[in-house]
C-alpha cells in the first residue's frame, strides 16, 4: 500500500520554494528565511479526539492539523510545514485516508504551510495521526506563554465552551489573529486554551510565576456552552462551560493595561477580544465574589 | 497525569545551547546552525513494531528513536533534536513510560540530540510513538536516495537479515558512519535498509532512474539470518532473510567505482563495508545466473 500512497501524496501535493527535499525521500530538507525554527507536535486518535464512523474523515485530518498549527499560533510565529505520521486501521479504505489528507492539505493550504513528508503505517487498532508543525518567529521574536506580569490585562479571543457540540472538528486555528497583534500591539505572552480556559490559564500563572484574577460576569460564553448547559441531562451551567471545557482552541493574552486599553477600544479582529480579568501578583486562580472580596477559583479542565 | 510527566520530563532533560525555548511552551524553539533542516518522521507501534508485554519498555523507547535517527543517517546530516508524541493504553503504569523515555533519551544523548517537545496522550489502545527527528547537513550538503548513477557500485554497511531475532531493537543507527563517509569519500546516494535489502534497493533504483545487478554471492548475511533458516518451520534460506527481512537499519550507498575500490580498500568503518554488486542502466532489480545471464530478481521486503 504505502508506495502507491505515497505516489498519490507526491502528485497531490504542489512543489513549494521552501522545500528543498519533499516527499519520497528518507528525509525532507527544508529551507527556513532564520536559523530559529518553532516546532510543535500533536497527536489526535480515534475515540478520543474524534470517532472516525461519526464523522466526515475530512475533519479528522483538518483537526490533526489545526491543533498543531494552534499551537504554532500561540507561539505567534508564522506556520511553514508539517510532517504527517498515522497508524489507520488496516481495513480503512484507502478513500478514506485520502479523504483524511484533503482535509488536511486544504487547511494547509489555507496556511501557505507544505507537507514536506510523513510515515503511513496500519495495525489492527484505531486511527492515531501525529503532526509534527514547523514554524518561523517573526522579528518581534516569539511570544512565550511565561510572559505575564500582575497588572496586565487577561484578553481573551472569541467565546469559550460547548466545542464538542462540533466546533472542535472546524475551529480556525488563530494564526493570523496571533501575527497581527503580535505586530501592532505590545503583549507580554499568549497561550492556546485547548484543555479548558481555567485550567490552561492556571498553567500561564504557574509559567509566569504569578497569579490570576477573573472577572467572571465578563466571560465570553459560546452559544454551544449555552445549548450544552440547557440539555436535561447536563449538570453545569453556561459560565462552567466556559470556564472548563476542552478544545475552544482561542488565545488569551497578556497585555499591558495601557495597550489592553487600545486593544480593546480598537477591536482590530474579525472577532470580539475581550478583557477578563488580569494578572495578580498573588498566585493561584481568583474571583471576585459579591462583596468584592477575592476568593479561590478552581481550576478545571481536560487532564490529557 | 500529563503535568506531573512533564515536570518530571523537564527535570529529567538538561538544558542544550541549542534549545530556546524547550519543554513546557506551546511549541519548542530549536536554535539551528544553518537554513537548511533536516526533517523525518516514523511512528512504531505495539503488535506491529514492537511487543510491549515482551520487551524491556527501555528498548521501545530506544527504537522509536532510533528508526528516526536511521533515516537522518540516510541523509548524511546530523542529528541535532527530536520531539515525542505518543499514545499510551491508559492503564500503563508510569513507571513504564519513564522507562520507554529513559531509553530514548540515553539515545538521543549518544547522538548530541536534544528532545525537545512532545505530546503524551493516553486512550484504551495499545501504545503509538512517533517522533519527529531534525538534523543539519554538513557543509557537503545531503545524500540523497536518488543520485545513483550505472556504473556505480553498491556498498553496503553491515550484515542482513534476521533482524527480527533482536537486533531490531538494539540495532545502532549508521549516524556516525554516514557523516564519516560523507565527508571523506564521494558519494552519489545513500538509503537506510528498513523494509528489506532488495525492496529498498529496488525503490533507490527507481528513485534515480537506473537499475541494480546484485552479486548475490557476496551479499553479507547476518549470523541471525542463518540460525532463523534453520528453524524447522522456516522456509527460506539466509541468502532469502539476507534480501527480504526488514528492519536492518544499515546503509546502502552508490560510490563511484575508483571511489568504490579505495573504499573498500580502506575499510574505514568499524564494521565491515561490502560492495554487493552495481548499478545498472537497465530499469528493474537483477541477478548473475550461473551461465553469467542477467535475470531478474523479485525485490521482497515489508510492505507497510
Redesign the interface.
Known amino acids: 500500500?504505502?508506495?502507491d500512497f505515497v505516489d498519490w501524496l507526491r502528485g497531490r501535493i504542489p512543489d513549494q520554494p521552501t522545500v528543498?527535499?519533499g516527499i519520497?525521500?528518507?528525509?525532507?530538507?527544508?529551507?527556513?528565511?532564520?536559523?530559529?525554527?518553532?516546532?510543535?507536535?500533536?497527536?489526535v486518535?480515534d475515540?478520543?479526539d474524534f470517532i472516525l464512523s461519526e464523522c466526515a474523515p475530512r475533519l479528522v485530518g483538518r483537526k490533526a492539523l489545526a491543533v498543531n498549527l494552534s499551537?504554532?499560533a500561540?507561539?505567534a510565529?508564522k506556520p511553514v510545514?508539517a510532517?504527517?505520521?498515522?497508524?489507520a486501521h488496516r481495513e480503512t479504505p484507502i478513500d478514506v485516508l485520502k479523504e483524511i489528507y484533503e482535509g488536511l492539505l486544504e487547511l494547509a493550504d489555507a496556511h501557505n504551510t507544505a507537507v514536506?513528508?510523513?510515515?503511513?503505517?496500519?495495525?489492527?487498532?484505531?486511527l492515531?495521526i501525529?503532526i509534527?508543525?514547523?514554524?518561523e518567529?517573526t522579528s518581534k521574536g516569539?511570544l512565550?506563554?511565561?510572559g505575564a506580569q500582575p497588572g496586565d490585562v487577561i484578553v481573551a479571543t472569541g467565546n469559550f465552551g460547548g466545542s464538542i457540540l462540533g466546533r472542535h472538528l472546524v475551529f480556525k486555528p488563530r494564526v493570523e489573529e496571533a501575527l497581527r497583534l503580535h505586530a501592532e500591539y505590545e503583549l507580554h505572552a499568549c497561550?492556546?486554551v485547548s484543555d479548558g480556559l481555567s485550567l490552561d490559564l492556571h498553567?500561564m500563572t504557574r509559567?509566569s510565576g504569578c497569579g490570576a484574577l477573573l472577572n467572571l460576569s465578563t466571560i465570553p460564553i459560546s452559544d454551544a456552552a449555552h445549548r450544552l448547559s440547557a440539555r436535561s441531562s447536563d449538570e453545569l451551567s453556561p459560565l462552567e462551560h466556559a470556564l472548563s471545557d476542552g478544545e475552544d482552541f482561542e488565545l488569551i493574552l497578556a497585555v499591558p493595561a495601557s495597550e489592553a486599553e487600545r486593544l480593546v477600544r480598537t477591536q482590530p479582529l474579525d472577532m470580539r477580544l475581550t478583557p477578563i480579568g488580569e494578572f495578580v501578583r498573588e498566585h493561584g486562580l481568583w474571583q471576585q465574589d459579591t462583596a468584592g472580596e477575592r476568593v479561590p477559583l478552581q481550576p478545571r479542565g481536560y487532564?490529557?
Open positions: 500500500m504505502e508506495s528543498h527535499v519520497g525521500d528518507d528525509a525532507a530538507v527544508l529551507d527556513l528565511s532564520t536559523h530559529r525554527c518553532v516546532v510543535c507536535t500533536d497527536m486518535m475515540g478520543v499551537d504554532i500561540a507561539m510565529a510545514a510532517v504527517v505520521s498515522l497508524a514536506i513528508g510523513g510515515d503511513t503505517n496500519s495495525w489492527d487498532q484505531p492515531a501525529s509534527t508543525a514547523f514554524g518567529p516569539v512565550k506563554r511565561d497561550m492556546d498553567r509559567a487532564e490529557h
